[in-house]
């Protein structure tokens, strides 16, 4: 009996010295996680998250759990969100020049069909005024002129690099030149039916 006791004895302290030893293997990943956050800082510093954003965002979502699976001590887990950071920021930072080639021609074609519309919209605007259409005529020269003087910092960002904010400016203009033009086109449509009739 006295043997029985301490066998089952040693039994249990060999099963928690095996527990202790299993948890003690078990380690925060913390090379990874600080590999996964220099290579997402990296991916930032080429611009990736202006470039590059659905990339960007999942390498940054990734790290973000692989952060909270070490608040959790799910380690294994964290270890490999932070191994799928690694690639997922270097594809975002491997994409930023060909990104912003292809947004910069965009943005060019954007600006020509800008100054295109404004032109268009001047036209429109005169016309109106001569035909005696009922427009609020300081009100639409007064944007058309802020459009002109905003132009000019978009085609500085253009040519200074910062495509993304030239090209954003671009898209928000030509929402709003569009918006201008469709409201004189149907305050003029009324005029134009009246001299169609016989």
């Known amino acids: 009996m006295f043997h029985r006791e301490i066998g089952g004895r040693i ?17 925060p990943p913390t090379k990874e996680i600080e590999a996964a956050d ?21 390498a940054d979502e990734a790290l973000k759990s692989a952060k909270d699976f070490v608040a959790a001590k799910k380690y294994k887990e964290a270890k490999a ?6 690639g997922l920021a270097q594809e975002a930072a491997g994409a930023v020049e060909a990104n912003k080639a ?28 001569k035909k005696k259409v009922q ?9 058309i002129g802020k459009w002109e003087i905003d132009l000019l910092p978009i085609k500085e960002q253009l040519q200074g690099g910062k495509i993304r904010q030239g090209y954003d400016g671009l898209t928000q203009m030509e929402t709003q030149v569009a ?7 149907a305050a003029m449509e009324p005029d134009q039916e009246k001299h169609t009739k016989p």
């Open 81 to 86: 969100a932070a191994e799928s950071v690694l």
């Open 135 to 143: 427009i609020d005529r300081e009100e639409l020269q007064a944007a």
């Open 102 to 129: 292809k947004m910069k021609t965009e943005a060019e074609q954007a600006l020509a069909r800008l100054e295109e519309a404004m032109k268009e919209l001047k036209i429109s605007v005169a016309t109106a005024i």
């Open 38 to 58: 220099k290579a997402v800082s990296e991916a930032r510093q080429k611009e990736a998250d202006l470039y590059s954003q659905d990339l960007y965002a999942k």
């Open 179 to 185: 918006a201008k033009q469709a409201a004189l086109k």
């Open 11 to 27: 039994a249990v302290v060999v099963a928690i010295l095996s527990l202790l030893t299993l948890a003690g293997c078990s380690k």
